[in-house]
């Protein structure tokens, strides 16, 4: 049973627009959530995270949205730029603290067009 | 800072014979943490290791372990390799945090082939 899930494999969007990325998680001891960029051969780059107790994180171009009540959360990118075309993991990690292993979804592949 | 380092990075080994991978964490860090990522199933979590000890582990079977050394450095070994043990196994390494912060940072990961 997946737990996070990306339910788009890809993703295609115009240079310039804003691209936007979804991750639905069905654990509700959930309480801290994270998005990677990977491109090929190479591991994944830690983005940006969101802590429940907020809705919204916000560094540069990059936005993390959380709806707590729909376990749901969207990784906006605006503007969206050729360097941006990679896959995009959404993890989670439970409440506790330390650094338990991480459930990730399956990733979407970003695809940003001239 | 050097980051996360991972050594092989490619390997090709043959049904039934066993692998060793080995992971640097990033100076500092102490936790370290393996997944296997497949295209079918994503980024899997295999296990984490602190201060030389199984801290979690994800749901593999015992063909897969671990350990890791008083210099946090890691090791993951297979045996009795399958082919669908075919996949990028990826170390991440990161900070004790308690406060929530579970910032991971990956090493570029071993390609493995079981042919």
């Known amino acids: 049973d997946q737990q996070v899930k990306q339910n788009s494999p890809s993703l295609s969007v115009q240079e310039g627009r804003i691209s936007i990325l979804n991750c639905d998680y069905t654990?509700?001891?959930?309480?801290?959530f994270l998005w990677y960029k990977k491109y090929p051969a190479e591991g994944p780059t830690f983005l940006i995270s969101?802590?429940?107790?907020?809705d919204k994180n916000e560094d540069g171009r990059f936005t993390v949205f959380l709806n707590k009540s729909a376990k749901h959360l969207s990784l906006h990118i605006v503007p969206s730029q050729p360097g941006d075309s990679a896959v995009y993991f959404c993890a989670a990690a439970p409440s506790g603290g330390g650094a338990d292993g991480l459930t990730f979804g399956k990733g979407t592949h970003l695809i940003i067009q001239p | 800072k050097a980051g996360v380092t991972q050594t092989p990075r490619y390997l090709i080994k043959t049904r039934g014979q066993q692998v060793t991978l080995s992971c640097s964490p990033i100076s500092g860090h102490r936790s370290v943490s393996w997944y296997q990522q497949t295209p079918g199933q994503g980024l899997q979590f295999l296990f984490e290791y602190f201060s030389e000890t199984q801290r979690n582990k994800g749901n593999f079977p015992g063909r897969f372990s671990g350990r890791q050394f008083s210099n946090s450095r890691s090791e993951m070994n297979v045996s009795t390799l399958e082919l669908g043990d075919s996949a990028l196994y990826l170390c991440?390494?990161?900070?004790?945090?308690?406060?929530?912060?579970?910032?991971?940072?990956f090493g570029p990961g071993t390609r493995l082939t079981v042919l």
């Open positions: 969101i802590s429940s107790i907020k």
């Open positions: 654990n509700s001891m959930f309480d801290y």
């Open positions: 991440a390494s990161s900070k004790l945090i308690t406060s929530g912060g579970h910032e991971q940072f």
